[in-house]
């Protein structure tokens, strides 16, 4: 296997020379197998320690990386995926439906990329039109109707901008999912598990609490689409992808999220499992703490959240 | 060759703004091309005779055409930028904002206001293309949600006029988040039964159309606005081709449902008027109409 980005070239390098070794099945070999698995924890935490914006905007968009479904399937039993937005069509980029997570019922929200050419076509790369929102919308109204809490997972390049999408009202889908979610009388809780790509993100994303994994990435534009709005250059995105704080860590210290939930050396595709069930403990605690508050008061602290949100000074 | 330069230097406006409509005594429209006498466009409220496009109007100077007497008294003026990411692409943000400040006299890109209309009270938001596309940041941001927060104690209805290009870059996540900040305080509005109508003029787009630009009770755009969500640059870049003629214009919106109505700059404040009292100041069912 090559790797999927170029930093992580050593790392595949070493992973294939133990999978080599490993097929020899030599027990004389056992010893040097152990040492090279050693190796290759200590080179994932060095690659991975000290990683700059940039890649860890290649790791947000790493096509290993857990997907929504992957999630799902880690963390929740009796998923019933429920489909179509009543008006027009499903969107298979935005998933929607109602799962136990730890024994109780709860509403999942997600984006869903693909990984083959087929499934990232099925999926739209995880770009929701119109329809995709208003069926999350739908979702989470039920979830309220029927005291359930909604757990998000926000993994998109943004909505999608295709021409249909306009004619059907995109900006009014999502700008109606805000208002509504501020209403939403049941917890929300947000991670932002790979890319958090602006408005198509946010339209999920107002929680009573806001994670971010590790090497996710949230940010109001592409680093890509930034440098090639203001340097007329997409080579520019490295510098865009400092100059935009959208890491975990910048956002955190920046009061836009509230916790940043750490990755496995190596990131969440180097170990899956244990990603995926480090989140789901973060989830229950999150879920526990909110279930102490009335459904005024989850209103009302989710609207002091955001409220609480930008940075300026009062005098000119 | 002296006698080719001019003796004097072309006048500065005394006030030191810059106004982005061009000085002089005629003016070329950007709609239809033709040149026409400046003062029959400013006594048409700047919609072209010929082919009535409307040129971009500053936001004070909105105000002063819509407002009983043209008066408002704006609050929350004085607040600004404090540059949170130290943002630099070819030129320092802070310094890019210093610019804008002089140019257009305001501190960021909107004018927050109380005012009257039709004898009404009401608070009133007016965006400030000329000022960084009318992008929206913190300031921006927070300037809106305390409009809002500021009709809801008030009981009196909230109108925002938008022109803006979207969320403003310079301030990453944070001017993502003012889009869920504005929305959640029209979410209160919304609850207490107090009106929101949004003007969208042209343009409107990113963020802000996705947000509180979409919201209002009643959407009012302005003829041959362009209003969406992607640019078309981006869209025809996304499925490589060509837009149709008209997309995403105010006519194409309205065709589609968007927006409530198209009104034409002349008829913009009766029209505002008439509405406030059909959705607010008229009586109610169970009210007796006053004489």
Redesign the interface.
């Known amino acids: 296997m090559s790797a999927a980005v170029p930093f992580e070239k050593p790392i595949v390098e070493l992973e294939q020379k133990i999978e080599e070794l490993a097929g020899l099945s030599d027990p004389a070999l056992a010893e040097e197998i152990a040492r090279l698995r050693g190796q290759l924890v200590e080179l994932r935490r060095k690659i991975y320690s000290r990683l700059d914006p940039w890649q860890i905007t290649q790791v947000a968009r790493h096509p290993r990386r857990p997907y929504t479904l992957d999630y799902i399937e880690g963390l929740m039993e009796g998923w019933q995926e429920l489909h179509g937005d009543r008006r027009f069509a499903d969107d298979r980029s935005l998933l929607a439906g109602f799962a136990f997570f730890k024994g109780r019922p709860v509403a999942v929200i997600g984006h869903q990329k693909g990984r083959q050419t087929r499934q990232k076509i099925e999926r739209n790369f995880g770009m929701p039109r119109p329809e995709g929102y208003r069926k999350a919308l739908r979702v989470m109204q039920l979830a309220e109707k029927f005291g359930r809490p909604i757990i998000a997972f926000v993994d998109t390049p943004g ?5 249909d ?8 889908a ?3 999912n ?6 939403l009388r049941v917890p929300v809780v947000v991670t932002v598990t790979g890319e ?1 790509g ?2 198509g993100a ?2 999920i ?2 929680g009573n609490r806001i994670n971010m994994l590790e090497f996710a990435i ?4 592409s680093p890509e ?2 440098a090639s ?3 007329r250059d997409a080579g ?1 995105a490295e510098e ?1 992808a400092r ?4 890491t975990a860590r910048d ?1 955190k210290e ?1 009061d ?1 999220i509230d916790e940043v939930i750490e990755e496995p050396p190596g990131g969440a595709h180097s170990d899956a499992q244990s990603a995926i069930s480090g989140l789901g403990q973060v989830l229950e605690r999150q879920l526990g703490e909110l279930a102490t508050l009335g459904p005024e008061e989850l209103v009302e602290q ?2 002091e959240r ?2 609480r ?8 | 060759m002296a006698w080719f330069h001019k003796a004097k230097k072309p006048r500065a406006r005394s006030d030191g703004r810059r106004s982005h409509i061009p000085e002089g005594l005629w003016i070329k429209c950007q709609g239809c091309g033709e040149v026409i006498y400046r003062k029959e466009v400013i006594r048409r409220a700047w919609i072209c005779p010929k082919c009535s496009y409307h040129f971009h109007l500053s936001a004070a100077q909105r105000l002063e055409a819509l407002l009983d007497d043209g008066h408002y008294d704006a609050f929350d003026a004085s607040l600004a930028s404090i540059d949170p990411l130290k943002f630099r692409d070819k030129k320092a943000y802070r310094d890019r904002l210093r610019d804008y400040q002089s140019r257009t006299g305001l501190g960021d890109a909107v004018i927050c206001a109380e005012a009257r209309l039709g004898g009404h009270p009401i608070v009133i938001c007016a965006m400030e293309y000329a000022f960084m596309g009318g992008s929206m940041g913190s300031v921006v941001g927070e300037k809106i949600t305390r409009a809002a927060e500021r009709a809801l104690a008030a009981r009196v209805p909230l109108i925002v006029i938008s022109t803006s290009g979207g969320a403003r870059m310079q301030e990453g996540a944070l001017s993502l988040m003012q889009m869920a900040k504005i929305s959640a305080a029209l979410a209160r509005l919304h609850e207490a039964g107090v009106p929101f109508i949004s003007i969208l003029a042209d343009p409107t787009t990113g963020g802000v159309t996705a947000s509180y630009a979409m919201l209002g009770d009643v959407n009012i755009a302005e003829p041959g606005a362009l209003i969406g969500f992607a640019g078309p640059r981006v869209i025809e870049q996304t499925i490589h081709q060509k837009l149709p003629p008209g997309f995403q214009r105010a006519e194409f919106l309205l065709e589609h449902g968007m927006v409530d109505m198209v009104v034409d700059r002349g008829t913009m404040r009766k029209t505002l008027i008439e509405l406030l009292e059909l959705l607010w100041f008229g009586p109610r069912y169970d009210e007796e109409p006053v004489a």
């Open positions: 909505a999608y901008p295709g021409l999408a306009e004619e059907r009202g995109q900006a009014e999502i700008a109606t805000l208002r509504e979610m501020a209403r958090g602006s408005g946010l339209a994303a107002v949230y940010s109001v534009i689409g930034c709005i203001l340097w520019k865009m100059a935009l704080k959208l956002l920046l836009v989710r609207y955001f409220r949100m930008g940075r300026f000074s009062e005098v000119l």
